[in-house]
């Protein structure tokens, strides 16, 4: 049976309709998950939740007032129609939630520590009367990491400057994380800093050394040359100039590299509104 012009017109022109809602669509949909996918990056963190009132309901509306103790720094978020909320890209450091909304009492929750590429967990729970009266909630993180599936631990600046390491190398340090294999120290090999070129190698989850990423301030310092004393392994920086750093062995997303292993991820001090107690 023969067709019709007609109806090979109207097949190919249904055709073109549906490839253009196609592109549409996969060119709209990952823009709709951008405020969730970053919420945190490779040198940043984020705190998220829910606001609910004594009996649960969620508070639409609420104002959120993020500040960060070292800076002075202040984010403004207010909760959704579903009580969620969302500050993201933070910098590491001590942050105060500040919550605010007619009909409830101010709630502070002080000295929360945002830690480098997590989402931290804080469920405001709002309690009823005067906004001009204020409670303040001590301890309200939540215990169990359910923002992300990645397998890591952040080491401190605290723990590198408490601990001995020779030549002042941090990444000495990274041995010490779960999943981390090392080589035993060795004081002659660790002036600039190896790690990536085989000699002073360190496998994660029993991965190859060149399987690691190693990210300094959210940029990649991976020696891909790795030809050893000529092209000088990563960069290793003072550890008194080190705010934190983290070691990921697992279960990351794609957003943190191209390498299948270990990511390790300092992130340097920045300039605070006070003097550190050191130079006083």
Do not use: W
Request: hydrophobic fraction near 35%; proline fraction near 4%.
């Amino acid at each position: 049976m023969r067709m019709s012009i007609q109806t090979i017109a109207a097949s190919i022109s249904s055709t073109r309709a549906c490839r253009v809602l196609l592109c549409t669509l996969l060119c709209v949909a990952p823009a709709a998950f951008c405020p969730v996918s970053q919420a945190q990056t490779a040198n940043t963190g984020a705190i998220a939740g829910s606001v609910t009132d004594p009996s649960g309901a969620v508070v639409a509306g609420a104002q959120i007032r993020v500040s960060n103790d070292g800076t002075g720094e202040i984010r403004n978020v207010s909760s959704s129609r579903q009580g969620a909320y969302l500050v993201p890209q933070l910098a590491p450091g001590a942050y105060t939630v500040e919550v605010s909304q007619p009909g409830f009492k101010g709630t502070t929750y002080p000295n929360l520590q945002v830690n480098v590429t997590e989402t931290l967990g804080l469920n405001i729970h709002l309690v009823v009367g005067d906004v001009r009266e204020n409670v303040t909630v001590q301890g309200a993180e939540e215990d169990l990491q359910v923002e992300s599936s990645a397998l890591g631990r952040v080491t401190s600046g605290v723990v590198i400057n408490s601990l001995p390491l020779v030549a002042r190398n941090y990444t000495q340090v990274i041995g010490l994380n779960p999943g981390v294999a090392a080589e035993v120290t060795n004081a002659g090999e660790l002036g600039r800093g190896g790690g990536s070129d085989g000699s002073d190698a360190f496998v994660s989850q029993g991965g190859s050394s060149r399987d690691n990423n190693f990210q300094l301030n959210g940029v990649e310092i991976d020696d891909f040359e790795a030809s050893g004393s000529f092209s000088g392994g990563i960069a290793t920086p003072n550890p008194d100039a080190i705010q934190e750093f983290k070691v990921q062995t697992g279960q990351y997303d794609a957003t943190y590299g191209t390498r299948r292993r270990g990511q390790r991820r300092s992130h340097h001090k920045g300039g605070q509104q006070r003097l550190p107690r050191q130079c006083l």
